[in-house]
């Protein structure tokens, strides 16, 4: 689940303050539609399946898939393990709809699917210890209040030897917008502000894996770019792949602009990243990360 249009790296141990219920709202909102327009997600779905595979050892008896959304990486992996039980977990009750209908359709056994609707932070902190083999989420992580803590509880989940495996957005996201603002607010007079969702840094991540679980198996960075028609339709995409900035009030960034602002910011993008056929691009940077539980 993607959203926000975050860059600055958010202070260490930052979480990204947002408000739960309303990202639950929004994704259920664009539930139906969402596979048409997640582009970044589906990309980045397939490439942890990859390397998940590649990675995890053994047979998996139970695996969770934090924020699974539409089911996009659950999909990918039941036909190597087929014949574990599987928990998916998400926000919205129509994002899990949309995931257990996607697995029926891919022949997944129904019977040993199990849809929760839950926060997952929340959800991580109430289950046992050592639950589970592998525990998968994509694009979901950076919804994470507070990553640090669950971070490690969810390490604490797995069985000895089990495999956290995430992607997650990484500063650097939606640049262009960033630096298109920038351009606005200091035409107008403004000081420039971070505006939408930051998310925690490398040095933020490798941090929060030492103190749960030691280096990560596997990092490694990567982006996807995508290109669209104009600045409007571009955030019009993010609007329905994510859950807009879902900031708590109060939070940086969470004010909305003056039309004179989205204005110029619309054609400072315009004029620094469109292409000669007027159509302009949106990089997102993320990350894949293998963590493992050390056997006892």
């Given at each position: 689940m993607?959203?926000?249009a ?9 979480g ?14 664009h539930a139906a539609e969402?596979d048409?327009?997640a582009?970044?997600q ?10 998940v ?11 969770a898939?934090?924020?699974c ?13 087929s ?18 209908r996607?697995?029926?359709r891919?022949?997944c056994?129904g019977g040993q ?9 929340a959800?991580?902190a109430?289950?046992p ?5 592998l525990?998968?989420s994509?694009?979901a992580?950076q ?15 797995l ?7 995430f ?5 650097g ?20 502000r971070?505006?939408?969702?930051e998310?925690?840094?490398?040095a933020?991540?490798h941090g929060w894996?030492?103190?749960a679980?030691?280096p990560?198996?596997?990092w490694?960075?990567?982006?996807c770019?995508c290109?669209?028609g ?11 792949i ?8 109060g ?6 602009m003056?039309?004179s602002?989205?204005?110029?910011m619309v ?9 000669p056929?007027g159509?302009?691009?949106a990089?997102y940077a ?11």
């Amino acid at each position: 689940m993607a959203g926000g249009a975050g860059n600055d790296p958010a202070p260490a141990g930052a979480g990204a303050r947002v408000d739960k219920k309303l990202v639950a709202r929004r994704f259920g909102r664009h539930a139906a539609e969402y596979d048409g327009y997640a582009e970044v997600q589906q990309v980045m779905a397939a490439g942890l399946a990859e390397r998940v595979r590649r990675h995890h050892q053994g047979p998996a008896a139970r695996m969770a898939d934090i924020g699974c959304g539409t089911g996009g990486l659950a999909v990918r992996l039941c036909p190597y393990y087929s014949a574990a039980e599987l928990t998916l977990l998400d926000l919205a009750p129509a994002m899990l709809r949309q995931a257990e209908r996607k697995l029926r359709r891919h022949g997944c056994p129904g019977g040993q699917v199990r849809a929760v609707a839950a926060d997952a932070e929340a959800w991580a902190a109430a289950q046992p210890e050592g639950g589970y083999d592998l525990i998968v989420s994509s694009a979901a992580f950076q919804w994470f209040n507070t990553p640090a803590a669950t971070l490690r509880r969810l390490v604490q989940l797995l069985r000895p030897g089990g495999l956290l495996a995430f992607a997650t957005f990484l500063p650097g996201t939606l640049h262009e917008l960033h630096a298109a603002f920038r351009q606005a607010d200091a035409e107008q007079g403004r000081a420039p502000r971070p505006r939408g969702q930051e998310y925690p840094s490398a040095a933020d991540w490798h941090g929060w894996a030492r103190d749960a679980a030691g280096p990560f198996l596997l990092w490694e960075e990567a982006s996807c770019r995508c290109e669209y028609g104009s600045v409007p339709e571009m955030l019009a995409q993010v609007r329905r792949i994510g859950a807009g900035n879902a900031l708590e009030a109060g939070a940086a960034g969470a004010s909305g602009m003056s039309p004179s602002l989205y204005r110029r910011m619309v054609q400072a993008y315009q004029e620094r990243f469109g292409g000669p056929d007027g159509r302009i691009p949106a990089t997102y940077a993320f990350v894949y990360a293998l963590l493992r539980r050390e056997q006892e």
